[in-house]
């Protein structure tokens, strides 16, 4: 098969808002849900000053570690999980999904959710991991976070709040900087 | 104006400077100072490898329950005719394997005819046309196909330093068949004046990776006295569920 260059990203621009939010967009279960948990954080620029004009993603499974592959995400009728939600963040960079926590892909993984980053500023999309707190043996053999430093690796790991909630946020650069993740056969 | 803000001279030098020794890169830099907003908003640290796993692995799914048809015609949905060049931008979305990317979102937002966004922050003093929003989305074909109606955008000026002017352009953000292939991108006209002044342009720094993202003129498109056309493929990253690993670059 051939071999094809990708095409280079870009920007999303400041100009989203009207676009690529829609009506739920951010709450992958409703909110009254017994098992819902809300997934928050900031986005912060190198000078640790929140990010107004940024949009998450985050792709998920659901608390059996099943990836769903349905649709149903743009109209939400709140019974169908499909395991994908976008955000954009406020006037002083804050996210907010209403989700599950998710199971490992495989028995005895790390589970996590994957976040994609987009911002005015930001010239190509990053990719990065919001790990589950709690399982200490699981996050401990998790080959990503087996090969960082302590601090970079923390950062990767979502903090669970005295509310249940779970916190994650995001550095584009600076002393806290996230880490961010390139794939294989991506350029 | 007045204004503390460099001229497009400057910027232009800045961007020969990064333009000189950079070679073959496919896609933008992310840290890339003749775009000023890039500054504080690039990490600075390589990007980490990793494998993908888990929910890495499958994109999210949409279906005809998610949209609507009527919502590919950006010219028909505010109630009348919006002013300017009505164009067709058909194209097909394919993986880094030349396989197409079938039923998935295709999503667009773009400036109208005089280069001017519904959105709050465009302050630009250029008029709003009430018969247009410049949103749209579709799902690809069987054959990874996409088609968008609208009407060609204009140019428009930012902030970025002293004259700054964007190039038209329309806003796309893509999926694949995994979420390791999320992209949003911008799609440009062929022969744009702006295109060597642009720093979000010029970020990409291979004039063979900058052309990716130009549409050509298809004549073949256009309809008799209706409108024109143009044609523009995407190509997503590699899937991982066939990677060889000779191809592991």
């Known amino acids: 098969m051939p071999d094809l260059v990708a095409t280079p990203g870009q920007t999303i621009g400041p100009f989203f808002h009207y676009a690529l939010p829609f009506d739920r967009d951010r709450e992958l279960v409703p909110p009254g849900r017994p098992d819902a948990v809300r997934l928050h954080g900031t986005v912060y620029d190198g000078a640790g000053k929140p990010i107004p004009d940024a949009l998450l993603e985050i792709r998920q499974a659901d608390a059996t570690g099943q990836v769903p592959a349905v649709e149903g995400s743009l109209r939400r009728d709140g019974t169908v999980f499909t395991g994908w939600g976008r955000c954009a963040v406020d006037s002083v960079g804050r996210y907010s999904f209403t989700t599950v926590v998710p199971g490992p892909s495989s028995p005895g993984g790390a589970a996590f959710y994957a976040v994609t980053v987009f911002a005015r500023g930001l010239l190509n999309r990053l990719f990065t991991r919001a790990y589950i707190p709690g399982d200490a043996d699981a996050l401990e053999a998790d080959p990503l976070l087996a090969g960082l430093d302590p601090e970079a690796r923390d950062g990767l790991v979502a903090v669970r709040e005295e509310d249940g909630s779970l916190r994650f946020d995001v550095h584009l650069q600076g002393g806290r900087e996230t880490v961010f993740l390139a794939f294989p056969r991506h350029a | ?249």
């Open chain 2, 1 to 249: 104006m007045m204004s503390n803000l460099d001229s497009q001279e400057v910027v232009s030098k800045e961007i020969a400077d990064l333009h000189a020794g950079a070679e073959g890169e496919t896609q933008p830099r992310l840290d890339f100072a003749p775009y000023r907003s890039s500054l504080l908003r690039h990490p600075t640290k390589d990007l980490r490898h990793a494998d993908p796993e888990g929910a890495e692995l499958v994109a999210p799914v949409f279906g005809h329950s998610d949209i609507d048809p009527v919502e590919a015609d950006l010219t028909i949905q505010a109630g009348g005719e919006p002013i300017g060049e009505r164009i067709v931008v058909r194209g097909r979305v394919l993986d880094g394997d030349g396989r197409p990317v079938r039923g998935q979102l295709v999503e667009i937002w773009q400036a109208n005819a005089a280069g001017r966004y519904i959105h709050k922050g465009d302050q630009h003093p250029a008029p709003i046309d009430r018969h247009f929003t410049g949103v749209g989305r579709c799902l690809t074909g069987d054959d990874g196909s996409y088609a968008f109606t609208t009407i060609k955008p204009g140019p428009y000026p930012w902030r970025n330093h002293h004259n700054a002017w964007r190039p038209a352009h329309i806003h796309f953000s893509l999926f694949g068949t995994e979420f390791t292939q999320r992209m949003i991108t911008q799609m440009y006209f062929p022969g744009d004046p702006l295109f060597a002044l642009d720093p979000i342009y010029q970020a990409i720094t291979d004039q063979k990776a900058r052309d990716r993202l130009v549409a050509t003129y298809d004549h073949d498109l256009s309809e008799h006295e209706w409108l024109l056309g143009y044609r523009w493929d995407i190509v997503l990253t590699g899937t991982h569920g066939t990677w060889m690993e000779a191809d592991d670059a």
